[in-house]
């Protein structure tokens, strides 16, 4: 509850000290003392079993940090946006931070593979052959909170062995579109968060990227979840999906990568 209270509410309180809740259930799983073991099995069968699931309970917790914590923090500055009480600068500040403690948590990883010599052979080869061939684009919709929601959602792919690329607002804009390749990729989330509810600015953006995406499908996440376009009925259901989550676009990106990629990623696996 403790640590809770200071995720979601951090300017209700100055301090707080957590006694007895678990933080780290990767941790708390291999480290259970012997007076936990006549529910071990329990545990174990509800959030995972650290020897076999221990990349499974990692994968959760980085999701549900990004979509529980930051996600919800983006959410908050766009809606201060919306209502002009943050400045550009001031968003674009915040949008800085998301995509830095990205960048910190990769090179976090890579320090944790280096240290184990066994698993970076194991993983070299993977990484390099599906490094040549990027499938997913994240695309930022229209302004620097997008960017770092797309930033998040591209680190999440890659924990799925894809190699995605990120693209800011300004490389689709109606000025610079035509520089976009977008039949280079089979699959396009755009990340959209739009506090003042008007779809206006996405559907100019996903007219533009359907008429140089060909054959391939567009994965929308929207915040909030109320947003109308989440309600909205589509025209070409078989081309779009719409998603609220992180971990849901990461889910359709998966499904919707082509055949290609999905026999390479069982090759190299």
Known sequence: MTLAALAFKPDEFTVGVDLFGISNWLRTLESMPKYWESFRFALYKEMG?????????????????????????????????????????????????????????KQYETS???????????????????????????????????????TMLAHLLEKERVGPKVVSYENVSRGRIGGFDAQAFSTI??????????????????????????GGRIVVAIWPRDHPVLREEEAEPDRLDRVASLRDAVNACRDNSGSNERSMLQKTA
Request: glycine share 4%.
């Open 49 to 105: 079993d650290p020897e076999k699931d221990k990349e499974m309970l990692k994968e959760i917790s980085l999701a549900s940090y990004y979509d529980d914590v930051a996600m919800p923090g983006l959410e908050l500055a766009a809606r201060d946006m919306a209502r002009r009480v943050l400045a550009r600068s001031q968003v674009e500040k915040i949008a800085s931070s998301v995509v830095s403690l990205v960048a910190e948590l």
């Open 112 to 150: 944790s593979i280096a240290a184990s010599a066994q698993d970076k052979e194991q993983s070299a080869t993977g990484q390099v052959a599906i490094a040549t061939r990027t499938q997913i684009c994240c695309v930022a919709a229209r302004t620097p909170l997008d960017f770092a929601a797309a």
């Open 189 to 214: 989330c755009v990340c959209y968060i739009d506090a003042s509810g008007s779809p206006s600015p996405l559907r100019f953006l996903l007219r533009r990227l359907r008429q140089r995406l060909g």
